[in-house]
């Protein structure tokens, strides 16, 4: 009988963005030699996230449950809302601690190469929330990369239709960046200096 396990898991683990075969081969070869203990944990834990975690249901996140601690906190400023890309960049910006509203994660971009529409980025819930009578600015913190302007500029534009205040982070964020990996001090001073859109 063919052997299938090994090469079944360095597949698995190829699967992870950046990683090639060779260094899902060496994961593998890891785990089943110096970390065993560690692999049974690493599939627990994967089946667990799997199972119970899904999308806020204000604000697309990743969360445990129906709508997530950050949209459930009452300190939270209501009337503003701050568009970002990922939970990665969201959490960028909640490390500034100059933020108290609310946020809306896209959880992607658009990028209309690799067929990544409105749709995919749940600009519908994001109308429909922006508009829903709480909220009255909209703060854009996509990244500053052409496709994180890009998806900054057609949401502006549908909700200054709306009638909404937008505004952009400033610049100050180099441009091609990605929030996630810009220092605090900087996303600070570019929100604090945010501009209309
Ligand atoms: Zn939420």
Same mark, same amino acid.
């Given at each position: 009988? =063919?052997?299938? @396990? ?5 597949? !698995?683990?190829?699967? /992870?963005?950046? +990683?090639?075969?060779?260094?899902? $081969? ?61 939970? =990665?960049?969201? @959490? ?5 601690? !100059?933020?108290?509203? /609310?946020?809306? +994660?896209?959880?992607?971009?658009? $990028? ?84 209309? $859109?």
């Amino acid at each position: 009988m =063919a052997e299938t @396990a090994l090469p079944a898991l360095v597949e !698995a683990l190829r699967r /992870l963005p950046g +990683v090639g075969v060779k260094s899902a $081969s060496r994961m593998a070869y890891h785990l089943l030699q110096h970390d065993r203990e560690g692999a049974v944990r690493l599939a627990h834990a994967l089946t667990h996230a799997v199972e119970g975690v899904r999308h806020c249901s204000l604000c697309h996140t990743f969360t445990e449950e129906a709508v997530c601690p950050t949209c459930r906190d009452p300190r939270r400023d209501r009337a503003k809302l701050c568009v970002v890309e990922t939970p =990665a960049d969201q @959490a960028a910006v909640e490390r500034t601690q !100059a933020y108290a509203g /609310l946020y809306f +994660v896209l959880m992607g971009r658009l $990028s209309p190469l690799d067929g990544i529409g409105p749709r995919d980025i749940g600009l519908a819930k994001l109308f429909e929330r922006a508009t829903g009578g709480e909220v009255q600015e909209v703060i854009l913190a996509t990244n500053f990369t052409a496709e994180g302007e890009a998806t900054a500029h057609v949401i502006g534009e549908a909700l200054k239709q709306r009638g909404l205040q937008v505004t952009r982070l400033a610049r100050g964020v180099p441009a091609g960046s990605e929030l996630e990996y810009v220092d605090l001090g900087t996303i600070a001073h570019a929100l604090v200096d945010r501009r209309s $859109s």
